[in-house]
Nanobody, 124 residues
Framework: QVQLVESGGGLVQAGDSLKLSCAAS????????MGWFRQAPGKEREFVAR??????????KYADSVKGRFTISRDSAKNTVYLQMNSLKPEDTAVYYC???????????????WGQGTQVTVSS
């Protein structure tokens, strides 16, 4: 079992930055691919970014809507994954979730464990 706890959300203005954290316990994240998803009111939960690795080499993928603005990273020593969000827009407003999966991917069903989410609100 893996327990995931997100933090770092908040209310910011358009153009500001936020850094979300996803702290894991129970197992090492080195065994999993990690993803960030978000869900805006009335919308489906959507893929934002993911990271996976083979040995010391990390791989990344981003949704087109956040490419160039968001960066996913991990700190193995802290068993934590991050999402640095720059140049935030009102349309980035959502609850952000991190997830861990043995295979990873862009689809929600590729992940086995989910956090409770952290709210990000971007005002115009």
């Amino acid at each position: 079992q893996v327990q995931l706890v997100e933090s770092g959300g908040g209310l910011v203005q358009a153009g500001d930055s936020l850094k979300l954290s996803c702290a894991a316990s129970g197992r090492s994240l080195s065994n999993y691919a990690m993803g960030w998803f978000r869900q805006a009111p009335g919308k489906e939960r959507e893929f934002v970014a993911r990271i996976w690795w083979y040995g010391i080499i990390s791989y990344y993928k981003y949704a087109d809507s956040v490419k160039g603005r968001f960066t996913i990273s991990r700190d193995s020593a802290k068993n934590t994954v991050y999402l640095q969000m720059n140049s935030l827009k009102p349309e980035d407003t959502a609850v952000y979730y991190c997830a861990a999966g043995s295979s990873g991917g862009d689809q929600r069903n590729a992940y086995d464990y989910w956090g409770q989410g952290t709210q990000v609100t971007v005002s115009s």
